[in-house]
């Protein structure tokens, strides 16, 4: 059995104080990220209040959890203003963590039980016994890289924790889902990159 949420916080990085984000572990309360490009995280632990919303997601089926993308789970939705190509960057602040990703996008009416699976990052090492795999650390969306999806665990043909840019376009809705499979209570950055912009409001 999965412990709930307990505790979460959240803050702008260098900017805003911390603020409780615990509400920021299910879809249906993601946090809506405006126009902030770069935010922190910490203190994401167990899977909020719904268990089914990403329990059977393709490239997580290889792993332990069969198919079930939460583990200490963060919600970050966002709408698009400016097409353009959609990177981002999540840095752990534990370089050792192996965080994991599912970045979906959303209908018209916003509805999370209509999302739909774009990129999928299950990639991953045990940092114990190999702490300088390519899958550990930072992850993401970047140029140079082929993939939509990336399956449980880590060979030895070219696996990293990285997968290609998405086009995006004005009015489009998504959320990206993103866990900490490591431990819990350790916290990441993320940085969105690109020359789309971020809607203020959702409406």
Known sequence: ???PLIFSLIHLLFSAPPASAQLYADCDSAFWIGTQYKLHFTGAYGIGNNAEEAKRV???FNGENYGQ???NSTWLRFAIEKAGTLRF?????SLGDDYDFVLYRLPADGQCSKKKTIRCMASGANPVDDPNSPCLGATGLRDRE????ADAGCSDWGDNAW???VPVKPGEQYVLLISNISHPING???HFKGDFTFQENPE
Not at 89 to 93: A, E, L, R
Request: hydrophobic share 40%; glycine share 4%.
């Open 1 to 3: 059995m999965r412990v």
């Open 58 to 60: 393709e490239c997580f």
């Open 69 to 71: 993308a939460e583990e």
């Open 89 to 93: 960057t999540i840095q752990p602040d």
């Open 146 to 149: 082929w993939g939509n999806s």
């Open 163 to 165: 997968l290609k840019p």
């Open 188 to 190: 990441f950055v993320i």
